[in-house]
């Protein structure tokens, strides 16, 4: 089967559809609890779904198995993100127990933790595959460094943000780097993304001023921001709000497209 899209929810099923018929091809059951993420490997041969507090991964083209292959257990909270490394033999996660976690998909316990010192929303693995960069509900950007196992900056993207709380904080919702390295973003639950080049030398020091190269609000005054995600060729940033849209920004202007 070619998967196209899967999706699950509060109803602890995971369903696969053929997007262009919109049919349900197949219903897989996650007992455990609601599913808060999914993720699918390159090669599209298994699906990973976070949940509370487990992550189990699925078989794709054997629907004759309805079980998860592999349970991984580690968190104590809930999974709210996670992927895949290139060679899909690695898994990274994040979870409001305030971890990021790496996974050796060879073994059921995570190989190693990093402290995000704060309930994990988002995590995206940088391309050059040895960056994890997480975005938290305390208001932090924190990239952690796999080869060194340590967080190499702490970045707030706007403490005089017209929308921060009195701390000075709103919570980051979605982060993402671009498959070119070119591109990191950042969104807030007040629909504001904050846009920084990766390469920036001061972005790996941490204490150092890193200013984004764009901010600006995706969705209109009182509306929460859901996903920030950048398109695979690099030029496109998708958005989707509360307010039931889903915008397209260009990755050159930050305009509306």
């Known amino acids: 089967m070619s998967v196209i899209l899967a999706t699950a929810g509060q109803d602890d099923k995971i369903r696969f559809w053929e997007a262009p018929s919109g049919i349900c091809s ?3 059951h996650y007992a455990d609890s609601q599913v808060n ?15 509370n507090p487990h992550i189990r991964l699925f078989e794709i083209n054997n629907s004759s198995n309805q079980n998860p292959i592999l349970s991984l257990e580690g968190h104590t909270g809930n999974v709210t993100s996670l992927g895949f490394q290139r060679n899909g033999r690695y898994l990274y996660s994040g979870s409001e127990d305030g971890t990021v976690k790496l996974w050796d998909l060879r073994s059921p316990t995570y190989s190693r933790s990093f402290d995000s010192k704060g309930p994990v929303n988002s995590v995206a693995l940088h391309p050059n595959q040895a960056e ?8 932090s950007i924190k990239l952690f460094d796999l080869g060194s196992s340590k967080c190499i900056n702490d970045i707030i993207p706007d403490s005089h943000s017209s929308s921060t709380s009195s701390q000075g904080r709103v919570a980051i ?14 969104a807030n639950n007040h629909a504001e993304v904050f846009a920084w080049n990766p390469s920036d030398a001061t972005m790996k020091q941490d204490g150092e001023p890193f200013r984004p190269v764009a901010k600006f609000r995706a969705h209109p005054l009182g509306a929460y921001l859901l996903h920030a995600k950048i398109s695979p060729d690099c030029r496109h ?9 889903a915008r397209l920004f260009d990755t ?3 305009q509306l497209t």
């Open 26 to 28: 197949r219903v897989l």
């Open 252 to 254: 050159t202007t930050w």
């Open 132 to 139: 994890i960069i997480s975005g938290d509900q305390n208001g």
């Open 237 to 245: 940033l998708v958005t989707t709000s509360s307010d039931k849209t």
């Open 37 to 51: 993420c999914l993720e699918i490997t390159t090669d599209k041969q298994y699906l990973a779904a976070g949940g």
């Open 173 to 186: 919702q979605s982060v993402d780097v671009s498959d070119d390295a070119r591109t990191l973003v950042a």
